[in-house]
């Protein structure tokens, strides 16, 4: 069964940079699409971006276009979401999740069946 673990949030100021890593553990990780969420206390789960099996086609959230960057290494198990240019809104809790064996992102949350535990990221001076 894959299981996801996420981890590189932190404290940073605004204008500042992180990098976050989605680790799997399984081989499944790299026959998935993943993808990069985000949840602020009392807003629902919001999809920050989506990159394919692949790699060559990924999906961003308006908001994010042009400041954030999602990757991933196959021979790692591992997809990346680099993140620069953050702002306070920016803040929340970042989940990352597989839509199993499936080659292209997914519209809706429902469509990714495996989450890791999510990694804070909390952007202020």
């Known amino acids: 069964q894959l299981q996801l673990v996420e981890s590189g949030g932190g404290l940073v100021q605004p204008g500042g940079s992180l990098r976050l890593s989605c680790a799997g553990s399984?081989?499944?990780?790299?026959?998935?699409?993943i993808g990069w969420f985000r949840q602020a206390p009392g807003k629902e789960r919001e999809g920050v971006s989506c990159i394919d099996i692949g790699g060559q086609i990924t999906t961003y959230q308006d908001s994010v276009k042009g400041r954030f960057t999602i990757s991933r290494d196959n021979a790692k198990n591992t997809v990346y979401l680099q993140m620069n240019s953050l702002k306070p809104e920016d803040t929340a809790v970042y989940f990352c999740a597989a839509a199993i064996l499936q080659r292209s992102c997914k519209d809706y949350v429902g469509e990714y069946n495996a989450w890791g535990q999510g990694t804070q990221v909390t952007v202020s001076s």
């Open positions: 399984t081989d499944t990780l790299r026959l998935s699409a």
